[in-house]
């Protein structure tokens, strides 16, 4: 098992950040979604070897997830030879895209938080039959 370099770690980070920089240009000059589609790049994470890059994205509304996904995958090779014309690159890794689960697993827990409140808020309600005293 090799250990990831300090120096082969910020390369990839700076790989990241530029594959998601210039693709997140590309698809928003080039890719012809309808109006009401907004396609945001969560993150990229390219493999050690720079041969491979996973695209996490996030589309709004989430119910359109799927036809957008599959619309970027028809285009991917239009996207991949523009940017490999836009990344000064020895090798551009080569782009696969994948629906961000973060967000889902936010969105849950968000779900899971708010119907705990509206509990907690329904059985610690004051008791109507009980007075103070002064």
Avoid: W
């Amino acid at each position: 098992m090799s250990k990831v370099k300090p120096q082969s770690s910020v390369r990839l980070r700076k790989v990241n950040s530029l594959v998601q920089e210039e693709l997140g240009k590309i698809i928003n000059e080039e890719v012809e979604l309808p109006a009401s589609i907004m396609v945001t790049i969560a993150s990229v994470e390219t493999s050690v070897d720079l041969n491979h890059a996973t695209v996490n994205i996030i589309v709004t509304p989430k119910i359109k997830t799927p036809s957008t996904l599959r619309q970027l995958k028809r285009n991917i090779y239009h996207l991949q030879k523009s940017l490999n014309k836009r990344l000064v690159l020895r090798y551009v890794p080569k782009i696969r895209f994948a629906v961000d689960i973060v967000q889902d697993e936010l969105d849950r827990v968000e779900e899971l938080l708010r119907q705990a409140k509206e509990d907690s808020s329904k059985t610690c309600s004051p008791n109507p039959t009980s007075k103070e005293t002064a």
